[in-house]
């Protein structure tokens, strides 16, 4: 990436929710991946709220308020969050309207003063009231995105995805934390076996870019898909991100995609 300041506008991509109420700590504790309970004024985590089953319901970054959380995250999540409300003093309250979203990449820009920020894969993430002047497109951003093989909700995992398998585990999951839903599918994930599947950055010999779904093959054998591709200026390459089946998820492992060579370049998440 560039050492000069880039700004993308995430603003109509993602919703902020502002999460209050006497019972807030415990609830997101519950729903999230994430330790919440440690969080600090100021501070911030990523983390994966799940099904029973360990699937994805959404993903995003907290910011903890002196009074309040501060949750970026997928549109659908905010339904699917007020459902697990029975007696507990919590409110969601949807400020997407009045507080945007931003990307920061490059080196560190003049922060507004009450914007609040936190650490995004591809840079700084800033939610504030003010606006800021984007000099990325969503096209860049993808590309960049691709480049450094970030996962995006939507396009490389869904309600179909444990977050192990898109590479998640090292910035998303405590396992040290107490109870929340999902975690027994977790837990024994990591003590007793395996997903089936990994997400992998492929360079993929071919201009014509491949599109989400394509398969991916082992010789005759189909062992995996497409999620998103783009190509590379900076790199020169054809990349892509895609599910393979675990065994093929390693750096230099040759495979192919519509009849072109792909080579795995990197697990994602490592």
């Not at 951003?141 to 977050?163: F, H, K, L, Q, Y």
């Not at 839903?181 to 491949?210: C, F, M, W």
Request: aromatic share 6%; glycine share 10%.
């Amino acid at each position: 990436m560039s050492n000069e300041t880039s700004i993308a506008d995430l603003s109509s991509s993602r919703i902020r929710l502002r999460i209050s109420g006497a019972d807030r700590v415990t609830f997101l504790h519950g729903q999230c991946t994430n330790d919440i309970r440690s969080l600090g004024v100021g501070k911030s985590c990523y983390g994966a709220f799940l099904d029973a089953k360990g699937k994805m319901r959404g993903e995003g970054h907290i910011v903890c308020l002196a009074d309040s959380f501060l949750l970026e995250t997928n549109p659908s999540l905010q339904i699917l969050l007020e459902k697990y409300i029975v007696t507990e003093d919590v409110t969601i309250e949807n400020v997407s309207a009045s507080w945007g979203e931003w990307l920061v990449i490059g080196k560190p820009a003049t922060l507004p003063e009450r914007g609040m920020s936190f650490t995004h894969p591809l840079g700084l993430g800033l939610i504030c009231a003010e606006r800021q002047t984007a000099t990325l497109t969503d096209e860049e951003v993808e590309i960049i995105r691709v480049e450094e093989g970030v996962p995006s909700w939507g396009v490389d995992m869904d309600e179909n995805t444990i977050p192990i398998e898109a590479g998640l585990e090292a910035r998303a999951i405590s396992y040290t934390k107490g109870c929340y839903i999902g975690q027994e599918t977790i837990a024994r994930i990591k003590t007793y076996g395996h997903v089936n599947r990994r997400l992998v950055q492929l360079s993929v010999i071919n201009d014509q870019l491949p599109v989400k779904g394509d398969r991916i093959l082992w010789g005759d054998k189909d062992i995996g898909q497409i999620t998103s591709a783009v190509r590379s200026l900076r790199l020169g390459k054809t990349l892509a991100l895609g599910y393979v089946r675990r065994e093929f998820a390693t750096e230099g492992v040759n495979l192919t995609v519509n009849q072109h060579s792909a080579e795995v370049l990197k697990l994602c998440g490592q």
